[in-house]
């Protein structure tokens, strides 16, 4: 008996090694926004509300997929408040010599100290001193701290 037809198009392999190494290797994210979990927890309450808002939620439930998305977000999400999300974004926008992608991580993974920022986030290893990066996490953490508690 012969195989029936494949039902998907073979998978392209990739031009690129993609790699949040030493050196960030992102490939065609390279220079992407990305987002914390917080803020994008915030974004997907934004969108359900606004469909809830002009009933455009009418007959559509929310799938297996979004549930859980929703509740692995609330669990990971290290602020809740819209202010201490915005507050840590604008913190990080400050750091220009940093990518999207790092900005992100450290929004998300709120490291106690340099050492552990940095060997979470390989690619932080010669952008900023550990001095200055131990600043840039205590003032995240200080956020967290006072206002999402």
């Given amino acids: 008996m012969p195989l029936p037809a494949p039902t998907a198009r073979a998978k392209e392999s990739a031009h690129i090694d993609e790699e949040a190494g030493s050196t960030l290797r992102l490939g065609e994210f390279q220079n992407v926004p990305s987002l914390t979990l917080s803020e994008t927890r915030e974004l997907i309450k934004a969108v359900l509300q606004h469909r809830v808002d002009n009933n455009q939620y009418q007959g559509v439930g929310e799938t297996e997929v979004l549930t859980k998305t929703k509740e692995y977000l609330d669990v990971f999400s290290r602020f809740k408040q819209r202010e201490s999300i915005q507050a840590v974004e604008r913190i990080l926008s400050q750091q220009t010599q940093l990518a999207a992608f790092e900005k992100s991580q450290l929004g998300t993974l709120c490291c106690d100290s340099a050492e ?4 979470l986030i390989p690619s932080l290893q010669n952008k900023l001193s550990d001095d200055d990066l131990q600043r840039l996490l205590d ?3 200080k956020l967290r701290t006072f206002i999402d508690t």
């Fill in 116 to 119: 552990e920022a940095k060997t």
């Fill in 139 to 141: 003032d995240i953490t």
